[in-house]
């Protein structure tokens, strides 16, 4: 797929609303407090974010973000190899290119921006300020985010391709610091998407399908990613509270996954879904102990959301009961 036509087609997951936009005329931006499963605002929480700058040191880019030319190969190439696959396992039952970028490439990617605001293409890491205080309209503090085709140098690739799965040694992987788990990543959105976003970032795919197995590292093969690994075993065999920020999306079993998906954040660590709406409701009543952000409607959706939610660590917990 020509990448000047996915740069087009993504383009409106990287816009901001004309709220966002009159907000970045002001020069300022509010801030969304964290919500208790109960619905009210945390006090501790929300005083301690008054006068919070969104541009605070690794808040937010300071310069447009653009996807690379490089970037756009690579989301081309995948479309290819997911095309292919489907007509062999069922992967995806979106089945035109035009489709695949907006329903999957498009909700990833949005996701990515929030979660990873470093921007594309450039270093990123799970920061404590993404479990509170960031922004209603997202980490790019009202920064306009243009998607094109840039030309730039192609990045060293690391010598160790970390595409095999550890498991195969016996043992369990381990996380590395400021990494993202991407539990049931099936044909591997978002975690793939996120991996393009933003290369440096330690990935970790999940996916217990031998056949989706395949799959995920015939991709990471393909568009010779690094640092990022095939977990092809359950969620329930992967080490717990290891994950500072974990991804979960269009999973079967629900109800039984949340709770495999709670085990594996740290403490403080951010759980993002990207749902229907019809599953918020549903999600905090599974998950009574974490801090629900704010849902953000996800582009070009009547129904999809991205929404996070902090595992609220022991002693924070207690500390918010006491000053209320």
Not at 8 to 36: H, K, Y
Not at 75 to 95: E, F, K, M
Not at 96 to 106: N, Y
Request: hydrophobic fraction near 40%.
């Amino acid at each position: 797929m020509d990448p000047h036509r996915i740069a087009e087609l993504l383009t409106p997951f990287f816009e901001e609303s004309s709220a966002q936009q009159a907000v970045s005329r002001m020069g300022r931006q509010p801030l969304a407090p964290d919500v208790s499963p109960g619905g009210q605002t945390s006090k501790r929480n929300s005083e301690s974010l008054q006068g919070r700058h969104p541009l605070a040191p690794n808040a937010a880019p300071a310069e447009p973000v653009a996807l690379s030319l490089e970037q756009l190969d690579q989301i081309s190439i995948y479309i290819d190899l997911l095309l292919g696959w489907n007509a062999r396992i069922n992967l995806t039952a979106v089945r035109t290119p035009e489709e695949i970028v907006t329903r999957h490439f498009g909700e990833s990617l949005f996701a990515a921006r929030y979660l990873l605001p470093c921007g594309a293409g450039t270093p990123a890491h799970v920061e404590p300020h993404l479990a509170t205080g960031l922004s209603k309209t997202g980490a790019t503090g009202g920064t306009p985010v243009e998607v094109h085709a840039e030309v730039r140098p192609n990045r060293p690739h690391d010598s160790q391709t970390s595409s095999q799965d550890a498991n195969q040694s016996g043992t369990s992987p381990l996380p590395k610091p400021g990494s993202v788990i991407d539990l049931g990543s099936g044909a591997g959105f978002p975690g793939i998407p996120i991996k393009i976003w933003s290369p440096p970032t330690p990935v970790t795919l999940i996916e217990s399908s031998q056949k989706k197995v395949a799959f995920l590292r015939e991709v990471i093969r393909a568009l010779t990613l690094t640092d990022i690994n095939v977990f092809s075993r359950r969620a329930e065999d992967y080490p717990a509270a290891s994950a500072p920020l974990l991804t979960l999306r269009a999973v079967e079993r629900f109800e039984a996954i949340l709770p495999a998906a709670a085990r594996l954040l740290s403490p403080g660590g951010t759980l993002a879904l990207l749902i229907g709406q019809s599953q918020v409701a549903q999600a905090q009543i599974l998950l009574p102990t974490f801090r629900w952000r704010e849902p953000l409607p996800i582009p070009l959706s009547n129904s999809r959301l991205l929404v996070r939610a902090t595992l609220v660590e022991p002693s924070s917990s207690k500390l918010e009961q006491e000053s209320t």
